[in-house]
């Protein structure tokens, strides 16, 4: 099985955020109640992901080499070829599916967060059930996977008016994705770039940029997170191999002394 | 009226028998460990000791005491050793050919009385 | 105090020393009552093989006696200090290390497997082991504090890459107490030279000859215990052995 991957066009996007709303009606998302419309000098709605929103339009007013423009950058979880939040989350809610992206069983989900403290884009948000008793859930964008898996397109990729958006097979989104980049190239938009190609395992999701991602707030390289390797893959066996090694060590104590040792005698 | 010289670790009990002595009119200067005591004995000579056993180690007060038999400026001072262990005087008593026991015993919690009447009791044997 | 034991025909005697307060005492078995529920809530979310625990309402629920238990757990320090400050700063400095806990390093392997008792130089109230554990604890309690409240308040507040150090912290302070732990408890427990421990957790008080052994050093006071333990070692060396 192929891996798929979504090919997301900032330069063809005109931000009509049909791709937000489609989102929120296939996955049954409501209007985040702790973000009522307010003006706060800019076009984005909702300010932020949530456990509501698991897209969203980034309006960035760039200055660049050609002047003045707005970028729009489609957020959303990365669905990373190597995901640090599949690595650290205990309960194994997520998951890397064959098909590519990283998979999400809510049931499972016991609330601890560091799936949102782990992933070098800060994508996953944390639903708070209960302040009281801690109780949580995780949330983020699934690639719509009941209908990939169904043979159908993500919503958003179905809703776009302005085809920024395709999916399917993970090579062809390259192809296609670097074949419109070179297209950009040659009508002088010199800082055309393919974003996700190689970065933290190659992502599931490809941006074509017309600046440099820095300039969309993209992390220029990110990386599975060093500290993340450390503790799955370092500190947990060392803890395990402590305790063994300790329990062992007593346990040969204690047989060896046995024999050796009387309780001591009170005079 | 006397001179009483208090030695414990402990400055509420120190506090506490020093105000119960000072009320019957004795005069009272204090010291909390083995060192600090015989020190001030040299320089003070007290009229009688109160001293705790135990302090920084859990014989300190027999080491006192068996110096001061030892010191001849000091071997006439009487002493009460105060103590909140059990079986504290059968166990010197096991090793009673090296320490010298004191003139007399009295157990922690202090009954007030009962601590006045013992230093009566000591102060007049002298 | 007279008891009779097993196998003895006459009753023999024990003078008792105090050696821990009430308060101590209540506080070290409340720190056991939660540092339990919360090394084993936590090794929910560690062990790959409890992962089944981990999952979702359990999982919520496991994570919540770890929070309650760790209010209790930090606390229970705060509490000793308000209430006892003198005996607390005391066992801090007793915690300390010092000359004869290298000397104690060097005999357990002849002291604790073969019993060799002059083997080993007097200690104080505390000797080297129980004073590693006491110094481990500490430390482990600062840092699991220290860690462990900004993983609870401090999501989305704290930047996500400090958050990855502490729950690293976190971690590596719960293999060095759990590890601890375990060695505390077997010799507090198991092993057969360590009976007195127990006893004077649990009732405050120490039998006088287990602490003129175990801790000479308290006992006599460092100038006598060392006369006696040079005396003692004359004698095995020339008894030839223990």
New interface residues.
């Given amino acids: 099985m192929a891996r798929l991957a979504m090919l997301i066009d900032t330069s063809l996007c005109v931000a009509c955020r049909g791709c937000q709303v489609a989102c929120k009606q296939w996955n049954d998302r409501q209007g985040w109640l702790y973000s009522r419309t307010r003006n706060r000098g800019s076009y984005e709605n909702p300010p932020d992901l949530s456990p509501q929103t698991w897209t969203r339009i980034r309006f960035i007013e760039h200055e660049g080499p050609d002047g003045f423009r707005w970028l729009f950058l489609k957020e959303g979880c990365m669905h990373c070829g190597n995901p640090a939040c599949v690595a650290v989350c205990p309960t194994g809610a997520l998951k890397q599916h064959p098909l590519g992206f990283v998979t999400f069983e809510r049931e499972l989900c016991n609330g601890c967060g560091y799936c949102t403290q782990f992933c070098p884009f800060h994508i996953p948000r944390l639903e708070i059930l209960n302040p009281l008793t801690g109780a949580a859930k995780s949330s983020k964008c699934t690639f719509c996977q009941d209908r990939v898996t169904n043979g159908l397109l993500p919503a958003c990729v179905k809703t776009c008016p302005a085809k920024a958006l395709d999916f399917g097979n993970r090579d062809e989104m390259i192809a296609k994705g670097q074949a419109r980049v070179e297209a950009l190239k040659a009508r002088g938009y010199t800082q055309a770039n393919l974003y996700g190609v190689d970065q933290v395992g190659g992502l599931g999701r490809l941006y074509v940029l017309i600046a440099p991602p820095e300039a969309y707030g993209l992390p220029a390289k990110p990386q599975y997170p060093a500290l993340a390797s450390l503790w799955q893959k370092v500190v947990q066996p060392l803890g395990e191999a402590a305790f063994g090694a300790t329990l062992l060590g007593l346990l040969g104590v204690f047989l060896f002394v046995r024999r050796k040792i009387r309780m001591e005698e009170v005079r | 009226m006397a001179k009483i010289l208090v030695v414990d670790d402990d ?1 509420d009990f120190v506090n506490l028998t020093r105000r119960i002595l000072q009320q019957k009119g004795y005069e009272v200067i204090t010291a909390s460990n083995g060192q600090q005591a015989l020190a001030v004995m040299r320089k003070e000579k007290p009229d009688l000791v109160l001293l705790d056993i ?1 302090m ?5 007060g027999l ?1 006192v005491s068996r110096e001061m038999a030892e010191d001849a400026e000091l071997k006439n001072i009487p002493v009460i050793m105060v103590t ?5 005087r ?2 010197v008593e096991k090793i009673s050919g090296e320490y010298v026991t004191a003139d007399e015993w009295i157990n922690k919690p202090i009954d007030p009385d009962d601590l006045l009447n013992r230093i009566e009791k000591a102060l007049s044997k002298k | 105090m007279s008891v009779q034991l097993k196998g003895r025909a006459e009753a023999i005697t024990i003078q008792w020393i105090p050696k821990y307060t009430t308060l101590e005492r209540l506080g070290h078995w409340l720190h056991v009552a939660t540092f339990i529920p919360l090394a084993l809530t936590g090794m929910v979310l560690y062990f790959p093989f409890l992962q089944p625990l981990a999952q979702g309402s359990a999982g919520m629920t496991f994570r919540l006696i770890h929070r309650v238990a760790a209010v209790i757990f930090g606390l229970l320090p705060i509490i000793y200090f308000i209430f006892q400050p003198r005996r607390f700063l005391m066992h801090i400095r007793e915690f300390l290390p010092a000359k004869e806990d290298i000397g104690w390093l060097k005999a357990v392997p002849a002291y604790y497997l073969l019993g060799k008792h002059e083997a080993m130089p007097p200690q104080g109230r505390f000797n080297a082991g129980e004073k590693l554990n006491g110094l481990v604890m500490i430390i482990t309690w600062v840092i699991f504090g220290l860690t462990g409240v900004p993983m609870w308040f401090g999501k989305g507040v704290i930047p996500p890459e400090v958050f990855r150090w502490l729950v690293v912290f976190h971690d590596l302070a719960m293999i060095a107490a759990v590890c601890m732990f375990l060695i505390h408890l077997y010799l507090a427990v198991a092993h057969p030279l360590m009976w007195g421990a127990l006893v004077s957790m649990r009732f405050g008080v120490i039998s006088a000859e287990y602490a003129a052994e175990h801790h000479a050093k308290w006992y006599y006071g460092p100038k006598r215990a060392m006369e006696i333990w040079e005396a003692r070692k004359r004698e095995a060396a020339q008894k030839g052995g223990h």
Avoid: F, N, R
């Fill in positions: 400055p135990m920084s180690y859990v014989l300190e080491d909140v262990l059990t079986g504290a059968t166990q």
